[in-house]
Nanobody, 117 residues
Framework: QVQLVESGGGLVQAGGSLRLSCTVS????????MGWFRRAPGKEREFVAA????????SYADSVKGRFTISRANANNIVNLQMNNLQPDDTAVYYC??????????WGQGTQVTVSS
């Protein structure tokens, strides 16, 4: 089993920044990639960013390119999402995602990000 714990959400004004972190524990030897998804009120969950754990570089949703940066800290099993120039449309619950080589997905409990105009 893999456990994911997110932190760093909160309330920020438009144009501000937040940094989300996801700490991984458990059986992590079959990790393929990690990333972030979000679900805004009344909308489906959508992809935000992801990064491969062996060689693949980061990928981003078009809506966050140039504003969000995903990074990893292998030694600490941590994935960060730096979010700059936040806008009200970024308001959502953000979920950490972990994908195994076998295609199994694990999810964190989510952290709320609220951007006021």
């Amino acid at each position: 089993q893999v456990q994911l714990v997110e932190s760093g959400g909160g309330l920020v004004q438009a144009g501000g920044s937040l940094r989300l972190s996801c700490t991984v524990s458990g059986r992590t030897f079959s990790r393929l990639s990690m990333g972030w998804f979000r679900r805004a009120p009344g909308k489906e969950r959508e992809f935000v960013a992801a990064i491969g754990w062996s060689s693949d570089g980061p990928s981003y949703a078009d809506s966050v390119k140039g504003r969000f940066t995903i990074s990893r800290a292998n030694a600490n099993n941590i994935v960060n999402l730096q979010m700059n120039n936040l806008q009200p449309d970024d308001t959502a619950v953000y979920y950490c995602n972990y994908v195994t080589v076998g295609g199994k997905n694990y999810w964190g409990q989510g952290t709320q990000v609220t951007v006021s105009s």
